[in-house]
Each structure stands twice: as C-alpha cells, then as structure tokens.
C-alpha cells in the first residue's frame, strides 16, 4: 500500500474563487487519480494525473475548471476553479504503487464547501 | 462503459450477524472488483477486492465471492462488530490499462449493539 496525505483537509470557500488542492505520496508512484465525492453520493473520476504530460479527463470535466498538475512521481495538485457552490464536495486522490495491478488506495480526502 | 449497480442502500443488522451486500456490473470484460470501506470523515479504505479467474476469496471475517456468467459480486461480512458500521461501496474495472475504476452508490451498514 501507500501512505497518502492531502491538504487542506477542509475548506470553507466564496464562490468565484479557486482552491488548489494537494495529494503527497510517501513512495513514488506511476499512476495518481482524482476523484470527486458529492454529498452523500459515490465516487466519480474526474482525471488521471500523468506525470510530465497533461492529465487525461473523464466525461464532464475540463481542464479550466479542474487544473492538475504532476510534478513527479509523488505529488499532485487539482485546482477546483471558479467555485460554485455545485462543487461542494469531496476531493480525493488515490494511487495504484505498482502501476499494473489496478489496486488504488485512496488519501483522507478534502471536504470542500463553497458559499 | 461500465455501470456497477449496489443493493441495499441501506443495511441494518445486529451484532454478530452476518451482513451481505451485492453488486452486479454491466460489462463482462470487468476483470478487477474491490470493495471500500468508508467511515465518516475518512477515505475509502480498501478491505478486499477479487479478480475475475477467482470466484471467492477470503480474509478473516470478511469474503467476496464473484459470479462471472451472472455478472455479480458479493461482500460478506460475519460475526459483526460495531466498527463495521460505515458505507461500503464496490467498484469494477475494465482490462484497459487505464485502471478507471467505476463505484456502485453504495450501503449505509449499521450495527445494532
């Protein structure tokens, strides 16, 4: 498995504003995920972050509204842009260690709320 | 793509009891199903998961057991303890390479003492 932290835990945010988001691995991992969690709902990819090229969005998301980047083998950052209060949600990283197993473990997530 | 459906929603059983949740998935190429704990505040936390040339595994209270031709995969829970109360969700994924894993909506358990 992985040890993964992300900051902030929570955040209270005015709408029209951006929160950026970090994911940090203790080991280094090749495949890093983003994940959204409405309120009471299940998860739902928003993009895989690929380290040294863009990262690769799911169905409904974009790149302006949810900027990711991948510096290297053990950080990410998702940038939630122009807030609404529609994103209210939480956000949560995972990582697969072996890169071929499927097997994804997921950070403690960061609770955003936006007024 | 894949849709996973997840039945109950919500699940109440006494203690000690066993407690089982069911999954079934849409695309028969899935080949990858683990099942995640999540308890309040918290990440999912993965507590088993099977691949599909596997039809049951098991870890301590805790079993899956897969169905191919049917297309559905089950968690059970035995002897239930409190701290088994949270949402479980399962999920399934395709042999792409991508690892997109998709999520059922999930159960509510709850362990009556």
């Known amino acids: 498995s992985a040890v993964i932290s992300q900051k902030p835990s929570r955040d209270i945010c005015q709408r029209g504003t951006s929160l950026t988001i970090q994911c940090q691995v203790d080991?280094?991992?090749?495949?890093m995920f983003w994940y959204r969690q409405q309120p009471g709902q299940s998860l739902t990819l928003i993009a895989t972050?690929?380290?040294?090229?863009?990262?690769?969005?799911e169905s409904g998301f974009v790149i302006d509204k949810f900027p990711i980047s991948r510096p290297n083998l053990t950080f990410s950052t998702l940038t939630v842009s122009n807030m609404s209060p529609e994103d209210s949600s939480i956000y949560l990283c995972?990582?697969?260690?072996?890169?071929?197993?499927?097997?994804?473990?997921f950070g403690p997530g960061t609770r955003l709320t936006v007024l | 793509g894949e849709n996973v459906e997840q039945h109950p929603s919500t699940l109440s059983v006494q203690e000690g009891d066993s407690a089982v949740i069911k999954c079934t998935y849409s695309?028969?190429?899935?080949?990858?199903f683990p099942w995640y704990k999540q308890e309040l505040g918290k990440g999912p936390q993965l507590i088993i998961d099977?691949?599909?040339?596997?039809g049951e595994k098991k870890d301590q209270r805790i079993a899956v057991t897969l169905n191919k031709t049917a297309k559905h995969f089950s968690l059970h829970i035995t002897e239930t303890q409190p701290e088994d109360s949270a949402v479980y969700f399962c999920?399934?994924?395709?042999?792409?390479?991508?690892?997109?894993?998709?999520f059922g909506t999930g159960t509510r358990l709850t362990i009556i003492p």
């Open positions: 995972s990582v697969d260690p072996s890169g071929v197993t499927d097997t994804q473990y």
């Open positions: 080991s280094q991992v090749t495949m």
């Open positions: 972050a690929n380290q040294g090229s863009e990262a690769t969005y």
């Open positions: 695309d028969s190429a899935s080949n990858y």
């Open positions: 099977i691949r599909s040339n596997v």
């Open positions: 999920a399934a994924t395709l042999p792409a390479g991508n690892e997109k894993l998709t």
